[in-house]
């Protein structure tokens, strides 16, 4: 069975699934399908799949001009119907891993499709998991469905974990440049996996096995989380010493070896970063160890927007005017630069915990129209010398590229810049 896989590799002939179609499933289908292979996407959500049949991208990184002559080709469908997943060769799940309301793994979108898998999945398949997850979830989870069936791996069918490095809107590193690493159950798993992918990628990196795969995605990502919150402690130790953070955060970034520059910030948003660590910590409390730099840099940085808040409410009180009444104008509420995405922003804590105290608080963000806090709709105003005339303080959140900065300091009556950009402008009043 290894060889026919390995042969269908090499000739193109393997059919390839994909299950989960959004920012990680779809540039996939894409990457395959352009590297040869035929490429059946499978999503629950039926107006997802419809459009995709009609060509169209809902994914703001795949242009619907490079999915629709792929799927006008014949190269390319999309369906809803799971039961399908018996035709194809290769299965790829890239379905979402998010935290429950307790902050524990939610996997119920990787147990969905698994369980999509076993009354189909037969001798001569390939499954690979792609979702990012804590280390051990490819074997506890997937195998056993898979000898359920009194299917071999290794030998009747093939497993392993290959995690997704996507990063949206990275105009760098897309799915196809992005070295990809892959851990096999078995052997030869890796080997089935390393012929499939290899057309598809520029590099592979292989590992020993999938936990080392699953612990290379949480390592990346922890790492990101933790140096994120030393910078922050920074902002918080230089503040209380009356130094400023960006000034030393410069400074030790001219050091050409030994360090990397990261920056303080209103907290840590996105979909990856503030869920990834807490499903390696949750896999460790299982095993009685205590994850104390994640837990401790998820602290810091869940402190900032409360950090923040009282920088403004300070910065009104020079003014001798409190929080309460006050008109604040928050600048950027998506999670980082130039994008839409509001997931786990800190800047709706900071609205949030403004609103709490009883201020005024309008929001500009020229990518997201309107928020809901706690059922208050806020949309959107514009960014005018008049708005910002008329805030008793403006906060800078998230520094957009396109935000009219020099409009912001000719009129600011008081300034609190999360993100350094004016100075980073050269306009820090
Ligand atoms: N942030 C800071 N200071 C920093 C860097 C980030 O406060 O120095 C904040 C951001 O504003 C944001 C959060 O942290 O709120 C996360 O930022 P991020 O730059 O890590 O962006 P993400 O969440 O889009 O992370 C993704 C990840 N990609 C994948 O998981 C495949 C991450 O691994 C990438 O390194 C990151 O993109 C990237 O480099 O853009």
Same mark, same amino acid.
């Given at each position: 069975?290894?060889?026919?896989?390995?042969?269908?590799?090499?000739?193109?002939?393997?059919?390839?699934?994909?299950?989960?179609?959004?920012?990680?499933?779809?540039?996939?289908?894409?990457?395959?399908?352009?590297?040869?292979?035929?490429?059946?996407?499978?999503?629950?959500?039926?107006?997802?799949?419809?459009?995709?049949?009609?060509?169209?991208?809902?994914?703001?990184?795949?242009?619907?001009?490079?999915?629709?002559?792929?799927?006008?080709?014949?190269?390319?469908?999309?369906?809803?119907?799971?039961?399908?997943?018996?035709?194809?060769?290769?299965?790829?799940?890239?379905?979402?891993?998010?935290?429950?309301?307790?902050?524990?793994?939610?996997?119920?979108?990787?147990?969905?499709?698994?369980?999509?898998?076993?009354?189909?999945?037969?001798?001569?398949?390939?499954?690979?998991?792609?979702?990012?997850?804590?280390?051990?979830?490819?074997?506890?989870?997937?195998?056993?469905?898979?000898?359920?069936?009194?299917?071999?791996?290794?030998?009747?069918?093939?497993?392993?974990?290959?995690?997704?490095?996507?990063?949206?809107?990275?105009?760098?590193?897309?799915?196809?440049?992005?070295?990809?690493?892959?851990?096999?159950?078995?052997?030869?798993?890796?080997?089935?996996?390393?012929?499939?992918?290899?057309?598809?990628?520029?590099?592979?990196?292989?590992?020993?096995?999938?936990?080392?795969?699953? #612990? @290379?995605?949480?390592?990346?990502?922890? &790492?990101?989380?933790?140096?994120?919150?030393?910078? /922050? *402690?920074?902002?918080? %130790?230089?503040?209380?010493?009356?130094?400023?953070?960006?000034?030393?955060?410069?400074?030790?970034?001219?050091?050409?070896?030994?360090?990397?520059?990261?920056?303080?910030?209103?907290?840590?948003?996105?979909?990856?970063?503030?869920?990834?660590?807490?499903?390696?910590?949750?896999?460790?409390?299982?095993?009685?160890?205590?994850?104390?730099?994640?837990?401790?840099?998820?602290?810091?940085?869940?402190?900032?927007?409360?950090?923040?808040?009282?920088?403004?409410?300070?910065?009104?009180?020079?003014?001798?005017?409190?929080?309460?009444?006050?008109?604040?104008?928050?600048?950027?509420?998506?999670?980082?630069?130039?994008?839409?995405?509001?997931?786990?922003?800190?800047?709706?804590?900071?609205?949030?915990?403004? #609103? @709490?105290?009883?201020?005024?608080?309008? &929001?500009?963000?020229?990518?997201?129209?309107?928020? /809901? *806090?706690?059922?208050? %709709?806020?949309?959107?105003?514009?960014?005018?010398?008049?708005?910002?005339?008329?805030?008793?303080?403006?906060?800078?959140?998230?520094?957009?590229?396109?935000?009219?900065?020099?409009?912001?300091?000719?009129?600011?009556?008081?300034?609190?810049?999360?993100?350094?950009?004016?100075?980073?402008?050269?306009?820090?009043?």
């Amino acid at each position: 069975m290894e060889q026919t896989l390995v042969a269908k590799a090499a000739d193109r002939t393997a059919v390839f699934g994909v299950i989960g179609l959004g920012y990680v499933g779809l540039p996939l289908v894409v990457e395959l399908a352009r590297a040869g292979y035929r490429v059946l996407g499978f999503d629950v959500n039926q107006r997802v799949v419809d459009r995709i049949q009609s060509g169209e991208s809902h994914i703001l990184d795949v242009p619907s001009a490079d999915l629709a002559p792929l799927v006008a080709s014949g190269r390319v469908a999309a369906t809803a119907d799971l039961s399908r997943l018996g035709d194809v060769d290769v299965v790829s799940i890239c379905v979402p891993t998010p935290l429950s309301k307790t902050k524990d793994p939610d996997v119920s979108y990787v147990m969905a499709a698994a369980q999509s898998l076993s009354p189909t999945v037969r001798q001569g398949q390939v499954i690979i998991l792609e979702s990012t997850t804590y280390p051990g979830t490819t074997r506890e989870l997937l195998l056993p469905i898979l000898e359920k069936r009194g299917l071999k791996v290794g030998s009747d069918v093939f497993l392993a974990f290959s995690p997704e490095r996507v990063d949206p809107g990275n105009p760098t590193w897309r799915t196809k440049n992005t070295p990809k690493v892959v851990g096999g159950l078995t052997p030869s798993c890796l080997k089935v996996v390393l012929a499939l992918y290899g057309p598809v990628f520029d590099r592979l990196v292989p590992v020993s096995s999938p936990e080392a795969a699953e #612990l @290379v995605k949480l390592l990346e990502n922890t &790492f990101r989380s933790v140096n994120i919150g030393l910078a /922050n *402690e920074m902002a918080i %130790v230089c503040d209380k010493l009356g130094v400023d953070v960006w000034e030393v955060i410069e400074a030790a970034a001219t050091k050409p070896f030994g360090f990397m520059k990261f920056t303080p910030g209103p907290g840590l948003g996105g979909h990856c970063i503030p869920i990834d660590p807490h499903y390696l910590a949750w896999k460790m409390r299982g095993l009685n160890y205590k994850t104390r730099f994640i837990d401790v840099a998820a602290e810091v940085n869940s402190e900032m927007p409360a950090f923040w808040v009282r920088k403004v409410s300070e910065r009104l009180n020079e003014d001798a005017r409190p929080v309460r009444g006050s008109r604040v104008l928050v600048l950027g509420v998506s999670y980082k630069p130039d994008i839409d995405d509001v997931r786990e922003s800190p800047a709706l804590d900071v609205i949030k915990l403004l #609103l @709490v105290q009883g201020a005024d608080v309008r &929001f500009h963000d020229p990518f997201v129209s309107e928020i /809901n *806090e706690d059922g208050r %709709v806020l949309r959107s105003v514009p960014l005018t010398a008049a708005e910002v005339k008329a805030a008793h303080c403006v906060v800078i959140t998230t520094n957009h590229s396109s935000l009219d900065y020099g409009l912001v300091r000719a009129n600011a009556a008081a300034l609190v810049d999360t993100r350094n950009a004016l100075r980073e402008r050269g306009l820090r009043k």
